[in-house]
């Protein structure tokens, strides 16, 4: 579409607002609207002067702050009653970020789509012509969350501080004989344990209906409490990454207008499995599937298939830092929950962080590799860009993974992981970031330096804060020492 053509739809459609998004550095969406006789033809081509960079974190400084949002007509959706149950009809466009302080109007080098784009470029040097993105998205909702957050409430208020989390399907609520679920035992319920399939489900059709974005499946996961997955069908890497930011907005609004609350922290159960976003991908050469070869007799994965591997096994402690962005993220990388803690790649083999497919039919359309570290507070344009330069840079150092691994690398002991050169990933946030500054040559050609310090300079702001909080668990066993 054009703006000529979406001015059409909004006049046709007689839509009220359009909702303008954009995601700041860690992923997190941000809205302005405007009334649509506000919009015209011209805001498609010089953009809308209405953003003031200072006021989002991670972008400009006060004095500097002048930015330009640009509208790509691509992503134009009339949204949901859910975001407006009144007579109004809304539209979304999601916008690019340019820079207003120049005469050149440059994209912005902190704007993470434009940095998803960027690494998308360098497909073309390789032999690529695009790629196929399929995420596995995985979220709580809960009845509700409670919090005292405040680090001075015990202290200064007696409130007392932590949180509670209520739902239906906890073996803690009373009065839910019929849709308890035990801890690490919700994988594939049925109703009425299952007290969310209906809610998935309207959040599928939405998703197809409203937003064209097509679903394999939807599920129960394996956690208490609502913890749900929903699998989309590949897509290329754009478009990919705008809907897991349009899916997680919907989830959220949806669950808020149902009085509950949607969260897609890792791991907010105590000895309970934790929320991840599981990354299938593939090369290819206009209709050819690069990372297939026939020939192969250990996966049908091609040369090129395997350095890929190689390069994001030889990044995976940096990229942690990206795809698992916050302090939460490192109680969920832990033995015994299902989320790999050991770097290593294997054939239909969960346990290791790189896993490679091997269902029997249609290989040769459908051979991937799947990234099984991140999880859902990963801003997906970054993650995505991540993954791809530092596959690339396998590809280009012809970085070779090693054999596959066969046995279930959590029973394995260090001195089996030692002979098998298997390491492991970052315990923490600063591990993460820590790695990320020695270890970032692959990424600073497309995200800059500017915008590795600022982000890194930023989570480890975070890391710190979190490290200075007493916490409950912390009080409860050295109050009395």
């Not at 990454?241 to 907010?268: E, G, H, Q, S």
């Not at 690069?290 to 591997?309: F, I, K, N, P």
């Not at 029997?360 to 459908?366: A, V």
């Amino acid at each position: 579409m054009n703006g000529s053509q979406i001015m059409d739809v909004i006049q046709g459609k007689k839509i009220s607002f359009v909702n303008f998004w954009f995601v700041d550095i860690f992923g997190e969406l941000h809205n302005v609207g405007m009334p649509s006789y506000a919009v015209n033809e011209e805001s498609f081509t010089y953009g809308l002067e209405k953003l003031d960079g200072s006021s989002i974190v991670g972008f400009k400084s006060v004095n500097n702050s002048d930015m330009v949002m640009l509208p790509d007509p691509d992503t134009f959706k009339i949204l949901p009653a859910d975001y407006d149950p009144g007579p109004r009809r809304n539209a979304r466009i999601i916008c690019d970020l340019y820079d207003g302080s120049t005469n050149k109007g440059d994209r912005y080098n902190r704007d993470s789509r434009g940095i998803a784009e960027k690494a998308s470029d360098r497909l073309s040097g390789f032999g690529f012509t695009h790629t196929y993105w399929g995420p596995e998205i995985e979220f709580f909702i809960f009845d509700a969350i409670n919090v005292y957050p405040s680090p001075y409430a015990a202290t200064h208020s007696g409130a007392g501080a932590g949180y509670s989390i209520e739902s239906k399907e906890s073996p803690w609520a009373k009065g839910n004989v019929s849709t308890a679920i035990e801890v690490r035992e919700g994988y594939y319920p049925s109703q009425p344990k299952d007290t969310l399939d209906g809610f998935r489900k309207d959040v599928c059709d939405d998703l197809y209906d409203r937003f064209g974005i097509e679903i394999e499946a939807e599920h129960h996961e394996v956690a208490t409490s609502g913890q749900c997955e929903i699998n989309l069908r590949y897509s290329e890497m754009i478009g990919m990454a705008d809907n897991v930011v349009t899916i997680k907005n919907l989830v959220k609004v949806k669950a808020k207008r149902k009085n509950r609350v949607a969260t897609f922290m890792p791991k907010p159960i105590f000895g309970d499995n934790a929320s991840a976003m599981h990354l299938h991908q593939s090369l290819w050469s206009n209709s050819t599937n690069e990372m297939y070869d026939a020939d192969d007799h250990t996966a049908q994965l091609s040369q090129s298939g395997r350095y890929y591997v190689g390069g994001i096994l030889e990044h995976a402690s940096a990229l942690c830092a990206i795809s698992n962005p916050t302090t939460n993220s490192y109680k969920r990388l832990v033995p015994g929950f299902e989320a790999p803690v050991n770097v290593c790649w294997g054939l239909g083999n969960r346990s290791a962080a790189v896993r490679v497919p091997m269902y029997t039919k249609h290989q040769e359309k459908s051979k991937r590799i799947e990234y099984r570290v991140p999880d859902p507070t990963a801003n997906i344009y970054l993650l995505e860009a991540a993954m791809l330069l530092a596959g690339l840079d396998g590809i280009r150092r012809k970085l070779d993974p090693g054999d596959p691994v066969e046995e279930n690398v959590y029973r394995l002991s260090a001195e089996k992981k030692r002979e098998y050169n298997i390491g492991a990933l970052p315990t923490s946030l600063k591990g993460a970031l820590d790695a990320l500054g020695s270890d970032n040559d692959f990424l600073v050609d497309v995200f800059t330096a500017d915008f590795l310090e600022v982000y890194r300079d930023l989570k480890y702001r975070e890391y710190s804060a979190f490290a200075q909080t007493p916490t409950p668990w912390e009080i409860s066993m050295y109050a009395d020492g």
